[in-house]
């Protein structure tokens, strides 16, 4: 675990710890807040507990994908995929490092914001949905890295995801209340039912956990149908 950690380049030192898990969380929460106090001239806890959720996912969204670009870029990944690809530890480790930095970043931002006046409910609405928020960003991330795993740019794919993430979950605007393509859109991704546990304290989690389930399966049926294109092409570069 403790190699699976420092390969993180957000763990680098203490400066790229506190950017990342401080500086901008807390300035996306301080963005999005202030754009619903335009609308609601009201400070909006279920916005700022949100935006919490939702980056702690996106943060296990990097996570995911950077272990594994970290692998290939090592040549890890050619000897992983020829003698274990399908290693239970090696996953596992790769999911568990990722699951940890996210709630990690959540756990130290939901508490940051309790002592400021939190209310104790959304605190531990919060800290239920944490650890499903992400699992789903690492199951993201893994996916990501499964589309990119061959092109030119391997993060294209989680570095779309984690863009797009903050919209398609509704953290400003209930999806309800999205145009039709774009409710469209969001119901492509898990992290819609995440907010409305947050916000509604009502939520289908199992449809959630559902479509995170198939972009999984997507993932893995992309990394088994790409492994012996990868070995050949690796294996002619050396």
Not at 192 to 212: D, H
Request: aromatic content about 16%; some cysteine.
């Amino acid at each position: 675990m403790a190699t699976q950690f420092s390969s993180l380049s957000f763990l680098a030192n203490w400066k790229t710890r506190f950017v990342y898990f401080l500086i901008l969380p807390i300035i996306n929460l301080l963005l999005l807040v202030l754009i619903d106090l335009q609308y609601s001239n009201q400070f909006n806890w279920y916005v700022a507990v949100s935006s919490i959720v939702i980056d702690s996912a996106a943060l296990s969204i990097q996570a995911m994908s950077q272990l594994l670009i970290t692998d290939a870029n090592l040549g890890i990944d050619l000897e992983m995929i020829a003698k274990r690809p399908y290693s239970p530890y090696y996953w596992g480790t790769k999911f568990l490092t990722s699951l940890i930095a996210g709630i990690v970043l959540g756990v130290i931002n939901v508490i940051l914001l309790l002592l400021f006046g939190l209310p104790w409910g959304v605190f531990f609405r919060c800290l239920v949905i944490l650890p499903v928020a992400c699992v789903f960003g690492a199951v993201m991330g893994f996916t990501g890295w499964s589309l990119s795993w061959q092109m030119k740019n391997p993060y294209f794919f989680t570095n779309l995801f984690g863009s797009v993430i903050t919209i398609v979950s509704g953290v400003l605007v209930v999806i309800s209340n999205y145009p039709a393509w774009l409710r469209s859109l969001s119901y492509i991704f898990p992290f819609y039912e995440l907010v409305n546990f947050v916000k509604l304290n009502n939520t289908n989690l199992w449809l959630g956990i559902l479509i995170a389930a198939i972009w999984l399966v997507i993932g893995i049926v992309l990394y088994v149908t790409q492994i012996k294109s990868v070995l050949n092409k690796k294996i002619h570069q050396y």
